[in-house]
């Protein structure tokens, strides 16, 4: 079995500041982490490597700095990893990603592709879907568990209101919560053969693709200006009786006609 799991590189939202003047991100001095729900994704194929049996290949589109997230993708368990770098994918919105990444994914031979849900630079969750759309497969979103048995691949995905189990027949897109994958360590011995290997590097030539969907050519949406969450306004605390403090959100609620 082989699964194919889409990483990215992203700066640590923790720590991010943004320019009052430009409206753009800081990324100076902004430690570069692996996406969250990425790294669960990296978790639930290592998982299904160990439980029965499977080449687990990472893949991402970046800038060389990402080679090192692709390092410790190997030093967690990952076989593989392919960055796919390029100026030509710069500029690139959420289509042209996913095309970029199903053009390097039509290349390879695989059984499964696991993805996060969404980046946190972004917050889209729309890589991954269209990246399905692309390759005209099945996709379950959502997902807080998968495992193989003789029946096909089982998923369960979180819904607003319960946890819904699939059967899912054929190859197939995933996208998975971190909140339900706890991702492994990096070992020593796991370190040291990550910077022993090839972090294989493509570019548009060697991916199947069309170079006017590429980048910024090929992106229909662009960003014109971020800016911070405003704060809000400091609430009013009341010390009231239960009664009193019933008839307060209650005369709220009507005054701002939610009944």
Same mark, same amino acid.
């Given at each position: ?8 590189q992203?700066?640590? *939202?923790?720590?991010?500041?943004? #320019?009052?003047?430009?409206? $753009? ?5 902004v430690?570069?982490?692996?996406? +969250? #729900?990425?790294?669960?994704g990296?978790?639930?194929?290592l ?5 029965h049996?499977?080449t687990? $290949? ?10 090192v ?5 190997? %030093?967690m ?6 960055? /796919? ?11 042209? $990603? ?6 390097c ?7 499964? /592709?696991? %993805? ?7 917050? $889209?969750?729309? !890589?991954? +879907? ?11 979103t959502?997902?807080?568990? %998968?495992?193989?048995t +003789? ?16 059967a ?5 897109v995933?996208?998975?919560l971190?909140s ?6 990096? *070992?020593? %011995? ?7 290997r090839?972090?294989? !590097? ?5 991916? #199947?693709?069309d ?9 229909p *949406? ?11 306004? +400091? ?10 403090? !019933? ?11 939610i009944?």
């Amino acid at each position: 079995m082989n699964i194919i799991v889409c990483v990215k590189q992203v700066p640590d *939202t923790t720590e991010i500041k943004i #320019d009052p003047v430009k409206g $753009t991100l800081i990324r100076d001095g902004v430690p570069a982490i692996m996406n +969250p #729900d990425d790294k669960g994704g990296l978790e639930l194929a290592l998982r299904l490597k160990e439980q029965h049996g499977a080449t687990v $290949t990472v893949v991402s589109m970046g800038p060389p700095q990402a080679d090192v997230m692709l390092r410790e993708a190997l %030093a967690m368990g990952a076989d593989r990893a392919i960055l /796919i770098s390029d100026r030509k994918f710069a500029g690139a919105d959420t289509l042209a $990603t996913s095309y970029t990444l199903a053009g390097c994914i039509k290349t390879l031979d695989y059984d499964l /592709i696991i %993805a996060g849900r969404q980046a946190i630079d972004g917050d $889209t969750a729309q !890589v991954a +879907p269209e990246m399905a759309e692309h390759l005209g497969l099945p996709q379950v979103t959502y997902v807080v568990d %998968a495992d193989i048995t +003789p029946e096909g691949l089982i998923v369960k995905k979180e819904n607003e209101d319960c946890v819904q189990t699939l059967a899912v027949e054929g190859k197939c897109v995933l996208t998975v919560l971190a909140s339900a994958f706890k991702p492994r360590y990096m *070992t020593v %011995a796991g370190i040291i053969d990550a910077y022993d290997r090839e972090v294989e !590097v493509w570019s548009a030539e060697k991916i #199947d693709v069309d170079e006017n969907l590429l980048g910024l050519k090929g992106s229909p *949406t662009k960003v014109f200006r971020s800016f911070p969450k405003a704060l809000k306004a +400091p609430g009013e605390v009341h010390e009231l009786s239960d009664e009193e403090a !019933v008839e307060l959100i209650f005369n709220r609620l009507k005054e701002k006609h939610i009944i």
